[in-house]
């Protein structure tokens, strides 16, 4: 079958076998996340957790990152009975005990009576669908097994590239009998969102980059990131590397090391049509604009110490070359 008409069908079977998104009216969800966000990097904490209690106490569904930030602004403030309300949110991500006592910037209340239990009852009801997502996981570790062995491309590509479309299958079946598994369906591994599936994403999308008859992510993924079953971001990375002409600016985000020295944060210099063009992208899968995002990347960048989890994504680029390193960043402008 032509991988076109493979991709229509998978999307028109999806669209028919699905009733409910991992996040019901996602565009209104990830505006609002965007408000709460650009009042905590200026600063405005109260204004920030406001944001975020009122959205992540109403809507149908989130992301884990999101009520993570709700929390360290709620502990950082003081507000108790806020965090414990909001921490009862996290039940339905089924995360285990010992990571979340694990969470050292929350030690202040592991010794509490709401704490104790919390965690007593947390996981007495299991939420997500556990065999999937151990399906899932298990995509990360056998992506990984014979790239990390000795030689690894070199000794073992064919079995790599067997195992790449191995999952990749597996991934494609499951969006067309139910969509993307997100976090309603399995959790995450963690509160910033990370799932097995990722680095199968991002594999597939960089070998797509040279490989056009490959499947073709953009109808796909864009379906799913607007049911809030990936992060926009993210999704956007995946698409952006596949080189199929989707510019949403973030994987031009990029960073350059040579010798274990880093440059700043550089970016293209667009011309106005095209920083038009890729916000109406960004706008089509629910992104803040490319402003916004490069305004959270330089708070990122400029607070690494901080604790807040951010959904951007940046390039770090291995130069072989001091001139090298030198010469990329005289391609871009940086971050300032």
Same mark, same amino acid.
């Given at each position: 079958?032509?991988? +076109?008409?493979?991709?229509?069908?998978?999307?028109? !079977?999806y669209?028919?076998?699905?009733?409910?998104?991992?996040?019901?009216?996602?565009?209104n +969800?990830?505006?609002?996340?965007?408000?709460?966000e650009l !009042?905590?990097?200026?600063?405005?904490?109260?204004?920030?957790?406001?944001?975020y209690?009122?959205?992540l106490?109403?809507?149908?569904?989130n992301?884990?990152?999101?009520?993570?930030?709700?929390? =360290?602004l709620?502990n950082?403030?003081n507000k108790?009975?806020t965090?414990?309300?909001?921490?009862?949110?996290?039940?339905?991500?089924?995360?285990p005990?010992?990571y979340?006592?694990?969470?050292?910037?929350?030690?202040?209340? !592991?010794?509490t009576l709401?704490w104790?239990?919390?965690?007593?009852?947390n996981?007495?009801?299991?939420y997500?669908?556990?065999?999937l997502r151990?399906?899932?996981?298990a995509?990360e570790?056998?992506?990984?097994?014979?790239r990390?062995?000795?030689?690894?491309?070199? =000794? +073992?590509?064919d079995?790599?590239?067997?195992?790449?479309?191995?999952n990749?299958?597996?991934?494609?079946?499951?969006?067309?009998k139910?969509?993307?598994?997100?976090?309603r369906?399995?959790?995450?591994?963690?509160?910033?969102?990370?799932q097995? +599936?990722?680095?199968?994403?991002?594999h597939?999308?960089?070998k797509?980059?040279?490989n056009?008859?490959?499947?073709?992510l953009?109808p796909?993924?864009?379906?799913?990131?607007l049911?809030?079953?990936?992060?926009?971001n993210?999704?956007?990375?995946?698409?952006?590397?596949?080189d199929?002409?989707f510019?949403?600016?973030?994987?031009?985000?990029?960073?350059?090391?040579y010798?274990?020295?880093?440059?700043?944060m550089f970016v293209?210099?667009?011309s106005?049509?095209?920083k038009l063009?890729?916000?109406?992208?960004?706008?089509?899968?629910?992104?803040?604009?490319?402003?916004?995002?490069?305004?959270?990347v330089?708070?990122?960048?400029?607070n690494?110490?901080?604790?807040?989890k951010?959904?951007?994504r940046i390039?770090y680029? !291995?130069?072989?070359?001091?001139?090298?390193?030198?010469?990329?960043?005289?391609?871009?402008?940086?971050?300032?």
């Amino acid at each position: 079958m032509n991988k +076109y008409i493979l991709i229509i069908a998978i999307i028109f !079977h999806y669209s028919l076998s699905t009733t409910n998104g991992q996040i019901k009216d996602f565009m209104n +969800y990830q505006h609002i996340i965007n408000q709460a966000e650009l !009042h905590l990097i200026k600063g405005e904490k109260v204004e920030a957790l406001n944001t975020y209690y009122h959205l992540l106490t109403n809507s149908d569904g989130n992301f884990s990152k999101d009520i993570y930030n709700s929390l =360290v602004l709620a502990n950082e403030l003081n507000k108790i009975d806020t965090f414990f309300v909001l921490l009862d949110l996290v039940k339905k991500k089924n995360f285990p005990n010992e990571y979340l006592s694990g969470l050292l910037e929350f030690n202040n209340l !592991h010794n509490t009576l709401k704490w104790n239990e919390f965690i007593e009852t947390n996981n007495k009801v299991i939420y997500i669908d556990t065999s999937l997502r151990n399906v899932i996981t298990a995509l990360e570790t056998r992506d990984q097994l014979f790239r990390k062995k000795a030689g690894s491309y070199s =000794v +073992y590509g064919d079995t790599i590239r067997e195992i790449d479309s191995l999952n990749m299958t597996m991934i494609i079946s499951l969006i067309s009998k139910q969509g993307l598994p997100g976090e309603r369906d399995i959790g995450a591994i963690d509160f910033s969102g990370k799932q097995g +599936y990722d680095i199968v994403l991002h594999h597939h999308s960089q070998k797509r980059s040279n490989n056009k008859n490959l499947i073709d992510l953009i109808p796909i993924l864009t379906t799913q990131v607007l049911e809030g079953r990936i992060e926009p971001n993210k999704c956007a990375h995946y698409l952006e590397m596949q080189d199929d002409g989707f510019s949403t600016g973030v994987f031009q985000v990029q960073c350059y090391v040579y010798n274990e020295k880093y440059s700043g944060m550089f970016v293209p210099d667009y011309s106005e049509n095209k920083k038009l063009l890729i916000d109406k992208n960004r706008k089509s899968i629910g992104l803040e604009s490319l402003e916004d995002y490069y305004k959270k990347v330089k708070f990122v960048t400029a607070n690494k110490d901080n604790k807040y989890k951010f959904d951007v994504r940046i390039n770090y680029f !291995h130069m072989s070359t001091e001139k090298d390193f030198l010469e990329a960043q005289k391609r871009n402008i940086e971050l300032n």
